[in-house]
């Protein structure tokens, strides 16, 4: 499963805003939802998948919470070649050849 | 190079530069200056078959090859990520960077090829301008761990709009 699929659905994107507030079951987490468990259950399971969330087990309850190393890889995939990165790009040459042109009228 | 699969999309970029070919060429092969715009650490290899790593952050790790370089003209490696992103193995997509002067400034035209035909491209197209300098203050100070609320937050609305508008 994809970071991006898994993030496209609307109640996966839900879910993932309850959990970055704290570690829940998925008991809790289904209780916020008018969906039945087995749906809750499905979604944790694609967002688990795309290393969005991560599961503990404490007894017979099972646990999930954000994996914040999940979103830098959907950050950095953004971010990668974007406009921002290119802004950044002119920025860094455009001042090398001002620093390079004030050298060269100093000689 | 392997095959192009049926399905693929184009996102183009193109951006003037108020500085020579020679200068914009170096910030694509030269590894202590592409850091200046994109990732923490570089290892670069500018000729056809020589490689291209780029760190990202903690979590991603760009690995590719250059293809072509004509000095000051014209620039293509392949992308794709060490790490399982996004249906982009090491290689699988293709960036084409061509140079051309134009007065005092150089016109740069980035063209990211062979994206996979699904959300990521459809992101990658409508996602990138509009979403990014918010995501990149979400990111300031160059810490890779993101504030995991903030980043949600920002992450998902710019999902969103994007699969909706596609």
Redesign the interface.
Known sequence: M????A??Q?KR?EI??LL??GEMSAGDVASRFSVTQPAISQHLRVLKQAGLIAERRDGARRLYR?R???????????????????????????E??RVGARDASRN | MPATPAETSV?E?R?R????PE??FS?FTDPT?IV????TEATLDPRPGGACRIR?????V?LGEYVEVEPYRRIVFT?G?E?Q????PPQSTL?EVSLTPEGAE?L?V?S?RRLPG???AA??RA???H???R??V??AGGD??????Q???V??Q???D??ESS
Do not use: C
């Open positions: 994809e970071v991006f699929e993030v496209a609307p994107r993932l805003r970055a507030a954000v914040p190393e999940g979103l830098a890889g959907l950050h950095s995939f953004l971010t990668a070649l974007s406009s921002a990165a290119l802004e950044r790009l002119k920025q860094a040459a455009e090398e050849e | 996102v970029h951006i530069i108020a500085a020579h200068t914009v910030y200056k200046h715009w994109m990732g990202l952050n903690e979590a991603s760009v992308w990520y790490q992103w996004f249906s982009m960036v150089t740069v980035l990211h699904d959300l990521a992101g990658t996602g990138w301008s979403y990014l300098p995501l990149v979400a990111a890779p761990r993101l504030d995991p609320w980043d949600i937050d992450v998902v710019a999902v969103r994007v699969a």
